[in-house]
């Protein structure tokens, strides 16, 4: 059984102006227990909200739909009493800005402890020598005395382990990382890309790593799913993402990463047109504004999420070839 | 808790420069302004008027009585009054003062003690009715001025109804300062809420309380632990302006109920040049806004851990 499993799941926004801001629309998918399963999209996609959705952490004008089963237990319409069981104990989620993400105004130590406390029912002392445990294991030397410390006192590389530290602390069969790397450098990036596959290798987490960059996907992820206008565009193991895409917006996505073996003179293609209005979405392919294959039925209807080859879908309406990007570059 | 001493110390001296230039601006402005505290409708002798000037030491070059001045503060001696010739405003202010403190003190602890919980309420439960009606109350609250807000108590709750004193006082009668204490206060609790609610919002939208729900803790752990005290952070900085508020709006407020407090002493003796009064005034007013503007930060360097006393 997949740790995780999402069935038509849609976000929804209810804006001052009345309207509807429809995020995350109508997704399907399953996460299986250590495996990485990377999510990307331009910004704006849907990636956040979908997870968001599932962890119960919309904002207040935000509503999800559908279903969404942790361990075969429906997490959509829980209890707060009930979903804070398994938050922060069998699903844990990190965020981008790990400054931001951490309290500034309680001790690291501090705001580690609260979750033993809370989900293991630990006296503070005991939970302090786990969680000096926990800081040593994400490589944090002179752990001790850092759980004294508050967050700013860290560095961003330093702060994103605490985090790490902080929601592996339970051991959680499901680790969300909604773009943990934005804001560090590349080496500080790839430390801690090293150190979530160490981890997930260890205990058997089940990681869904979110992110704009491709090149994090190759590196990172067993399988891919390609987001759009809060859908799914095209889901592989990644492997096949990058030999054998299937959707023109992949291929946009592809065509848009610096590849050291294609000298593009310095320019970096990007793909043309802008990502649609949540609020007024097309009834056709929501990439059709900006799809060089568009044919008059994407305007109109929406493409399902078909299989194209063994684990392989996408959701597409064009039959021939692609690569036009390839020979219009 | 060394760094904070020296901290508090070395602001106490910094506010030396800052309570110089309050004395010297408002000193020269008083001087330069038309008039003078002998001279009444019916002019007094040219003898009795050079004579009293004598006596207060109006004779002397401006420069001599500005040090003159100075020394004597130096020495908490505000000088005798102008206009209440045998008593000396030390005196004044020490009968006026007690006034003030005993309605201005209820006022800003009201506005804390009852302001800061309603903003809370209001912000955890957004958008309902426990927002809207005290939102809707703090907004009249704000917006309906002191001097027709008093006098519509004092017709209710006074003339009417016979509960309070319509104004006045008697020492040691708490009755007297509810009224008072009441319309100097109630704008404040408005602010007060206005400024908590908007805080709390703001805060309880951070990422880092999305991580303390991310985390399964219960929904009042996250606010008790996690969001209440960088939430209390804007309303330390509402401190320094609720005094100085609590300051101009208990001038107004002693008019209305007709309280011997020093606003009353403050108007009268603008009107009256009475130079050494209005100076002692100003003074305390000045120490008072300068007292509250380091204590707000030494308050915020204790709840904000980024803060580095040095
Ligand atoms: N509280 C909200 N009210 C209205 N719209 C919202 C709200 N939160 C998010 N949205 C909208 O939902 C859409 C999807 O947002 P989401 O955060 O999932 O994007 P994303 O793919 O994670 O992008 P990014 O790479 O920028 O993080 C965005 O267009 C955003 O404006
Ligand atoms: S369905 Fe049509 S518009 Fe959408 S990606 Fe495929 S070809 Fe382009
Ligand atoms: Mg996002």
Redesign the interface.
Known sequence: MPVLEVRNLSVRFATVSGGTVSAVNDISLSVERGEVLGIVGESGSGKSQTWLGVMGLLARNGRAEGSARFDGRELLGLSHGALNELRGARMGMIFQDPMTALNPFLSVGRQMTEVLQRHRGMDRRAAERECIAALEMVHITDAPRRLAMHPHEFSGGMRQRVMIAMTMLTRPDLLICDEPTTFLDVTVQRQILALLDELRQRFNTAIVFITHDLGVIAEIADRVIVMYGGRVMEQADVHTLFADYRHPYTEGLLRSVPRPDVTSHGKLATIAGNPPDLAHLPAGCPFAPRCVYREPRCETQMPELLDVGPAHWRACHHVGALGKLETAA | MGALARYTARRLLGAIPTMLVIITLSFFLLRAAPGGPFEMQRALPPQVKLNLERMYHLNLPLWQQYLDYLGNILHGNFGPSFVYRSITVNQLIGQGFPVDIAIGVPALLGALLLGIPLGIVSALK?NSWLDYFPMAVAMVGISIPTFVLAPVMILVLAVMLHWLPAGGWSAGDPLYAILPAVALGLPLIAYAARVMRGSMIEVL????I??????????R?VIL??AL??AMLPMVSFLGPAVVNTITGSIVVEEIFGLPGIGRFFVDGAMNRDYTLVMGVTVLYGLLIVLFNLVADVLYGI????VRFQ
Do not use: F
Request: without cysteine; positive net charge.
């Open positions: 957004q939208n951070s990422p880092y999305r991580t303390a729900r991310a985390k399964g803790l219960p929904e752990t632990r996690h005290r960088p709840l904000d851990p980024r």
